[in-house]
Nanobody, 125 residues
Framework: QVQLVESGGGSVHSGGSLRLSCAAS????????MAWFRQAPGKQREGVAA???????ASAESVTGRFTISQDNTQDTVYLQMNNLRPEDTALYYC???????????????????WGQGAQVTVGS
């Protein structure tokens, strides 16, 4: 089993910044995808950004140039730096992980096995 714990959510004004962290523990393997998804009230969950053990990344078009996914040297913590936040970024942000893929990470929720509890991000206008 793998446990994922998010931190760093909060409330900011439009144009502000936040950094989310996701700490993984448990049966972690060296080959993985880790990603951030978000879900706003009344909307479907959508992929935001993903990273793999080789440092390859993928991101949604809506956040490209504003959000950056990264990981620490031990590769058990993943970050999402969010700059120039907009009201439409308001959502519950989830960390997700899956182990064993060789390909570039994808932003498809169905491919991820482990999920965190979520961190709320609220952006006021």
């Amino acid at each position: 089993q793998v446990q994922l714990v998010e931190s760093g959510g909060g409330s900011v004004h439009s144009g502000g910044s936040l950094r989310l962290s996701c700490a993984a523990s448990g049966n972690i393997y060296s080959r993985y995808w880790m990603a951030w998804f978000r879900q706003a009230p009344g909307k479907q969950r959508e992929g935001v950004a993903a990273i793999d053990n080789l440092g390859r990344t993928a991101s949604a078009e809506s956040v490209t140039g504003r959000f950056t996914i990264s990981q620490d040297n031990t590769q058990d913590t993943v970050y999402l730096q969010m700059n120039n936040l907009r009201p439409e970024d308001t959502a519950l942000y989830y960390c997700a992980a899956v182990y064993g893929y060789y390909t570039t990470p994808q932003l498809l929720a169905s491919k991820y096995m482990y999920w965190g509890q979520g961190a709320q991000v609220t952006v006021g206008s």
